[in-house]
């Protein structure tokens, strides 16, 4: 185990996942909120399980140890004359929960153990409280099925149990919303052990739409039992090992591989294909937030989980536009503003690193179609309309010509131009239409009395809320006033918890205000670009922020917002108080940061040319392992005095030209 936790383990929650499933829990054992339990292809299916060892419960009282690896946990019990481990994983093949209790007596005496297994099913849609909907029970061939006219859930032990049916339906309040649980009966197993020996007691939990499919689910985990776990150990390290940062400031260490990994656990892989936005409650993939995450999941080499994410948007394209959300039972809305220009930015990208022509004529067709879709619905000036709650901050009657939009979309213009010229394609048009959006963009939005952006426009009226979407035109190097923005970030937006959302000048701000003052993750991972671009040392200062966050609350996670004031994960969304995600994909941004702006690697596949930036501290040390084409390359950097040294091995022995477009020599 990577992690062990000894002390506060009531404090710190934690999530395994598989390319279907995940389950969260806190550290102390306990099953505290109504997200907490056992989920399969977007479903609830248990809030809570308890074991019973002869008359005492496992419990966050008996609780003294929690450790963690990121694809499994442990929870260490300790009663009298016993101690009690509790392993638990998630299968990515079948999506079951694999539970092992492995006991020691420590007593000179042989022992009785008679185990009591207690489960709270609740089978429920991810925005659904109590209902109403009765479950059928069945125990056969060693197995008990709990049906529902939602979904299947079949439970089954070795050693075999005794199970005395007993039904029970249970109110209880998580975290303060109703809920109802189903108690299907007793699920007993009575055994030995010797003075000074130990006992196994494996468990899986197995889910379906119905009992063919959870039954079919359980037959193929328990033939592929000896080897589900190892298979994702392995997995896990080919990811490790194909992502290698190595860096002599150990914090950006940590919190690299923490993003990657953070980012490998929202991948879904079942009806449809992509990383869901966030755990416990985004389950869904939402198209401006992967847009955002696949550049990084390429940056880390990924690239086939990039290609399935790319054609699971693609497939959903409608006259041109991208959807905002897809619902893993395939539907899809489509009020986003945003989505479709993030699209083609991710497809560039995607296409420059891999040098995959043959992916990218496949899409020829839906590229004319974005772009006539650009062309019916921008202005004179290039600037595209957003209705209200079509942009990322969507709990705000933005509507407008909102500014970070119009960034996008002169970024993706820009992107197209580059698809269609490997294309072969004239692209005199869409340098044309990207110039001219770039400078009415720092023409309009420009305030020049405040020297800031304008963050929106609406019938020709110019709305000055000091909002932090003024980064956008920097981060995609359109802005010429770069300067001012960058020091009223620092200055009126930065607190030691990260950067505001709005002004604290503003009169609707709020510390804790979901998008009117909280401090988002991948905002701040954004503005350390920002920094990094224009080489300034403080992108590490706020790096550093995001590092500190790592374990605060879920363990080895970066959250999805917080306040920027105290920290606190309790936000005003609108009319009510909850908490930020646990873990949310586009935290992890600082891959990007890391990678695109503090090293400025850029790809160029077809050409083997791979151009750096770099901007490091004095003496530090970088090893990064990067993906181009099918070959793995280890990029080396090392910086003493002003100079910025760049070497690179191939493991496949091809040739690169190594290009320096700016560094400290």
């Given at each position: ?141 060693n197995k008990v099925l709990i049906n529902s006219e939602k979904g299947s859930l079949v439970l089954t032990s070795f050693p075999f149990p005794v199970f005395e049916h007993e039904e029970v339906y249970r109110d209880h309040f998580p975290s303060g919303e109703k809920e109802r649980v189903f108690i299907p009966g007793n699920y007993k197993i009575s055994f030995y052990i010797g003075p000074d020996s130990g006992h196994e007691v494996f468990f899986i939990f197995s889910a379906g739409e119905s009992e063919k499919d959870s039954v079919e689910n359980l037959k193929k985990e328990i033939e592929n039992i000896s080897l589900s776990y190892l298979e994702k150990e392995k997995n896990l390290e080919i990811i490790k090992n194909n992502s290698l940062f190595k860096c002599n400031v150990e914090f950006l260490e940590k919190l690299f591989e923490a993003s990657v990994l953070n980012l490998e656990k929202l991948w879904f892989d079942s009806k449809v294909s992509g990383y869901l936005a966030g755990y416990p409650w985004f389950l869904q993939i939402w198209v401006r937030d992967l ?375």
């Amino acid at each position: 185990m990577d992690y062990i936790l000894a002390k506060d383990l009531a404090l710190h929650s934690y999530i395994l996942s598989g390319k279907n499933s995940f389950f969260l829990r806190f550290c102390d054992s306990g099953f505290k909120n109504k997200w907490c339990g056992y989920w399969f292809n977007g479903l609830k299916f248990f809030d809570y399980f308890a074991f019973k060892v002869n008359e005492e419960w496992l419990s966050p009282q008996n609780c003294k140890i929690f450790e963690y690896n990121n694809i499994s946990s442990s929870h260490v019990f300790i009663l009298k004359d016993l101690e009690v481990k509790e392993f638990l994983y998630l299968s990515d093949k079948t999506g079951c929960l694999v539970c092992l209790l492995n006991f020691k007596n420590k007593s000179p005496e042989r022992k009785r153990i008679d185990l009591k297994l207690e489960v709270g099913v609740n089978i429920r849609s991810w925005n659904e409280d109590w209902h109403e909907r009765r479950y059928e029970v069945k125990f056969s061939e060693n197995k008990v099925l709990i049906n529902s006219e939602k979904g299947s859930l079949v439970l089954t032990s070795f050693p075999f149990p005794v199970f005395e049916h007993e039904e029970v339906y249970r109110d209880h309040f998580p975290s303060g919303e109703k809920e109802r649980v189903f108690i299907p009966g007793n699920y007993k197993i009575s055994f030995y052990i010797g003075p000074d020996s130990g006992h196994e007691v494996f468990f899986i939990f197995s889910a379906g739409e119905s009992e063919k499919d959870s039954v079919e689910n359980l037959k193929k985990e328990i033939e592929n039992i000896s080897l589900s776990y190892l298979e994702k150990e392995k997995n896990l390290e080919i990811i490790k090992n194909n992502s290698l940062f190595k860096c002599n400031v150990e914090f950006l260490e940590k919190l690299f591989e923490a993003s990657v990994l953070n980012l490998e656990k929202l991948w879904f892989d079942s009806k449809v294909s992509g990383y869901l936005a966030g755990y416990p409650w985004f389950l869904q993939i939402w198209v401006r937030d992967l847009a955002w995450i696949l550049p990084a999941v390429i940056d880390y080499g990924e690239f086939e989980k990039a290609k399935k994410s790319l054609e699971t948007v693609f497939n959903f394209q409608s006259n041109g536009k991208m959807p905002n959300v897809i619902f893993l039972d395939k539907r899809a809305s489509y009020n986003s503003s945003d989505s479709t220009p993030l699209t083609l930015i991710a497809l560039h990208y995607y296409v420059t690193n891999s040098g995959d022509i043959t992916f990218l004529r496949s899409l020829e067709d839906k590229l004319e179609k974005v772009i006539e879709f650009y062309k019916e619905s921008k202005d004179e000036k290039g600037f595209v309309f957003s209705k209200e709650r079509e942009s990322w901050m969507d709990t705000l009657p933005r509507e407008g010509k909102v500014l970070e939009v119009q960034a996008f979309w002169a970024k993706a213009l820009r992107c197209c131009s580059k698809l269609f010229e490997i294309l072969g394609k004239d692209t005199s048009e869409l340098e044309e239409m990207a110039l001219n959006l770039e400078r009415n963009l720092e023409k309009e939005f420009w305030n020049e009395e405040e020297k800031f952006y304008f963050d929106r426009i609406l019938n020709s009226k110019k709305y000055g809320e000091k909002t932090v979407n003024a980064i956008f035109p920097l981060f995609f190097k359109i802005s010429k006033n770069w300067k001012d923005v960058v020091e009223r970030i620092e200055k009126e937006f930065t607190t030691e918890f990260g950067i505001r959302t709005i002004s604290s000048n503003e009169s609707i701000y709020n510390p804790a205000g979901y998008h009117t003052g909280s401090s988002w993750a991948w905002i701040i991972a954004l503005f350390s670009a920002v920094e990094f671009l224009h080489r300034r040392e403080k992108a590490f200062e706020y790096l550093k922020i995001l590092s500190d966050r790592l374990e605060r609350n879920c363990i080895y996670a970066l959250e999805e917002a917080w306040n920027s004031e105290n920290g606190s994960l309790m936000l005003l969304k609108e009319n009510k108080i909850e908490e930020g995600a646990y873990l949310q994909a586009w935290s992890s941004l600082v891959i990007r940061a890391i990678d695109e702006f503090m090293l400025g690697i850029k790809i160029n596949a077809f050409e083997n040319k791979i151009f750096v930036s770099p901007f490091l501290k004095e003496g530090m040390k970088v090893l990064r392992r990067k993906k181009i084409g099918n070959d793995l390359v280890d990029l080396t950097f090392k910086r003493k005095g002003r100079k910025v040294e760049v070497n690179y091995k191939s493991q496949k022995g091809k040739e690169y030209k190594i290009i320096k477009v700016l560094s400290l020599d």
